[in-house]
């Protein structure tokens, strides 16, 4: 099908969700020339308590994209190790991103909204993108037994229909149009959820350095990421704790906090009271099937990924990456049909399942040993490796980097870099 006028009532692709994978989506398919509506719930991208992460994969496509210089002019910290207890009072070291090719030698910590805003306003210089805040999509439209758009409701309380060739759901965890569709996902049993505070950060506090390293102290596991002005941190326990947490109070949770960071017991009294902790409950799963003819599922709503290793929005990001390239050609020709559906999903199921075996792994090695009292070390060979066979470093640094079957950005979607 040929880009088509913008129209209110329809578009060649609606996406639902404007998040890394619905922005990336139609970002792409924006700069092939096919009109594409984004219809995104919230007023704005000001998401707290969210991933930070972004990895090689991603950096590299930025580049690509020509939005490489954008993305680094934005406020960000660097990551360029992992590591983990030994077990014998000091640490190993796993992962060493500096072991990487550069410019993509670590990981970016960057506030989601701002890359957000970054994709959206690249997006935004294509005549063919639109976005639609304040809007959600409620259900599916059929015309027989295939998707025909989307009906939504827009904060103010108007309802709508909007037909597409394609709807593409990337509504998240949550997703409404997965659940329209009868889509049910396989879940995997998660050992924790998270609790989200903030405490304020002084200049001198850890530099530009940003730590991802875990916090284990007794039962308890803190996981801290460097904002410009204050830590964004994560209090873990195990799932199904947030009534006990809070029957306990605040005090006694001040009390954790300064236990597991004592450096930042002068400042945990800016936890006012339970009320300032955001609990998350953590999810892990997977859809068996991810189309139907004219709908196509993607990101965290056709596999909701564990915050463990930081990969959700770089998977997600690729998932938009490949259904675009898959996807672009037969939407201009117009001879789109579920089996080019069929193809992105076969080829995003493999390092999708990949990942989630790991932060499976990851939950039980040490997620469930932490949260159980017991000392999280790494297994033994694993440690003699990392300090004995120096290119082992390099392994772990690649798989989180890049993870199985990185994307490249299409030809039609590569632009030289922006200023
Ligand atoms: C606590 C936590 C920490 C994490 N930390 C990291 C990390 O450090 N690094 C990392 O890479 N990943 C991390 N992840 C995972 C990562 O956030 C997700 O995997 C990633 O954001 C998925 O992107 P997405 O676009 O598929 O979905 P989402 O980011 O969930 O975006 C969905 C979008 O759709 C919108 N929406 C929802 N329903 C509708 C509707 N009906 N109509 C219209 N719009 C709708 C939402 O407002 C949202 O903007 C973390 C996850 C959690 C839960």
Redesign the pocket.
């Known amino acids: 099908m040929t880009a088509s006028t913008p129209d209110e009532d329809y578009a060649t692709v609606v996406v639902?969700?404007?998040?890394?994978?619905?922005?990336?989506c139609a970002l792409l398919l924006a700069r092939a020339g096919i009109t594409v509506v984004?219809?995104?719930?919230?007023s704005d991208?000001l998401?707290d308590?969210?991933?930070?992460?972004?990895?090689a994969s991603t950096m590299r496509l930025l580049d690509e994209l020509g939005l490489g210089a954008e993305f680094r002019a934005l406020p960000q910290s660097r990551l360029d190790s992992f590591s983990l207890p030994d077990g014998a009072g000091g640490s190993v070291l796993l992962a060493d991103f500096g072991t990487l090719p550069k410019p993509y030698d670590y990981i970016a910590?960057v506030p989601?909204w701002d890359l957000?805003n970054l994709l959206v306003a690249a997006a935004a210089r294509e005549p063919c993108f639109s976005i639609r805040m304040d809007?959600?999509?409620?259900s599916l439209v059929h015309d027989g037994g295939t998707v025909a758009g989307?009906a939504?409701r827009t904060r103010g309380g108007a309802t709508g229909t909007l037909r597409a060739h394609l709807v593409v759901a990337?509504?998240?965890?949550?997703?409404?149009?997965r659940q329209a569709a009868g889509m049910v996902p396989r879940e995997f049993p998660v050992p924790f959820d998270?609790w989200?505070f903030r405490l304020s950060r002084a200049p001198g506090d850890t530099g530009q350095k940003a730590t991802?390293a875990p916090t284990f102290r007794g039962s308890e596991i803190l996981l801290s990421?460097t904002r410009t002005t204050y830590f964004q941190i994560?209090y873990l326990a195990p799932k199904g704790d947030d009534a006990r947490l809070r029957a306990e109070g605040v005090e006694r949770f001040r009390e954790r906090i300064a236990g597991l960071r004592p450096e930042l017991a002068d400042r945990v009294g800016e936890i006012a009271s339970m009320d300032d902790l955001h609990m998350?409950d953590?999810?892990l799963n997977r859809l068996q099937s991810w189309h139907r003819p004219g709908l196509l599922v993607?990101?965290?709503?056709?596999h909701?990924?564990?915050?463990a290793?930081?990969?959700?929005?770089?998977?997600?990001?690729q998932?938009?990456v490949a259904a675009a390239t898959l996807l672009a050609g037969p939407l201009l020709e117009g001879t789109l049909s579920e089996q080019h559906l069929a193809a992105v999903e076969r080829r995003r199921r493999f390092p999708t399942v990949v990942i989630q075996r790991a932060q499976r792994l990851l939950h039980r090695v040490i997620f469930a040993t932490a949260l159980s009292g017991r000392e999280v070390q790494p297994p033994r060979f694993i440690i003699w490796l990392a300090r004995h066979v120096p290119p082992f470093k390099r392994i772990p640094a690649r798989l989180i980097g890049y993870g199985p079957r990185p994307e490249h950005a299409p030809k039609f979607a590569r632009r030289p870099p922006r200023a």
């Not at 809007?135 to 409620?138: G, S, V």
């Not at 990337?170 to 149009?177: A, I, N, P, Y």
């Not at 993607?298 to 056709?302: R, S, V």
Request: glycine share 16%; proline share 3%; charged share 15%.
């Open positions: 639902a969700g404007g998040g890394p994978a619905g922005i990336m984004v219809l995104e719930k919230h991208f998401r308590f969210r991933g930070d992460t972004v990895h910590m989601q957000l809007t959600e999509a409620t989307v939504y990337c509504d998240g965890r949550g997703s409404v149009l998270t989200w991802l990421f994560a998350l953590v999810k993607l990101g965290d709503a056709a909701a990924m564990s915050p290793g930081g990969v959700g929005i770089n998977l997600a990001i998932d938009a």
